[in-house]
């Protein structure tokens, strides 16, 4: 067992959420699922998987299919109610991504002229109102909405329906 492996308990925990193949249980299922979490661990290329754990094209293909079929995202799901269940989840298990976006270098000191600058804090005004509830813009209406509409006194449509 290589460093990083899962361990036995973590195996138990884990093996169950796993998919079969399509002609049975897969042989070496523990080797693979540990060669991806190798993999993502290190951040190295698919190709420069170790040899102990297999040919790297039969792993990502076998990630690639666990991957498009949530097995993962199921797999999240099912240790966070299995810590939930055990009273051990908690804060901790809550991970902010770090990423930074930036903007393209042409984006940087943009000039606005006067009427534009001025439309775009008109709309941003006219944005603020719309967080009251019940209240759409004036363009829209009842055809589009399917409600009918009247019109408040600060220049919004009301929507009046069941919704």
Avoid: C
């Avoid at 943009?110 to 603020?128: I, P, Q, T």
């Amino acid at each position: 067992m290589a460093r990083g492996d899962l361990t036995d308990e973590e195996w138990s925990l884990i093996e169950p959420h796993l998919p079969l193949g399509e002609r049975g249980p897969i042989p070496d299922l523990r080797r693979q699922f540990n060669a991806v979490m190798w993999r993502f661990r290190t951040g190295s290329p698919w190709r420069d998987l170790p040899i102990e754990y297999g040919p790297w094209s039969t792993v990502y293909d076998r990630f690639r299919s666990w991957a498009l079929n949530g097995v993962f995202e199921q797999l999240m799901q099912a240790m966070i109610a299995e810590a939930a269940a055990r009273g051990q989840a908690g804060l901790d298990l809550v991970s902010v991504d770090s990423t930074t976006a930036r903007a393209h270098h042409h984006a940087a000191g943009m000039v606005l002229d006067g009427e534009l600058s001025a439309a775009l804090h008109e709309a941003v005004e006219r944005e603020k109102g719309l967080r009251q509830r019940g209240k759409t813009p004036a363009a829209a209406t009842p055809a589009t909405t399917g409600m009918a509409t009247g019109t408040g006194d600060d220049g919004y449509a009301v929507a009046t329906g069941s919704g």
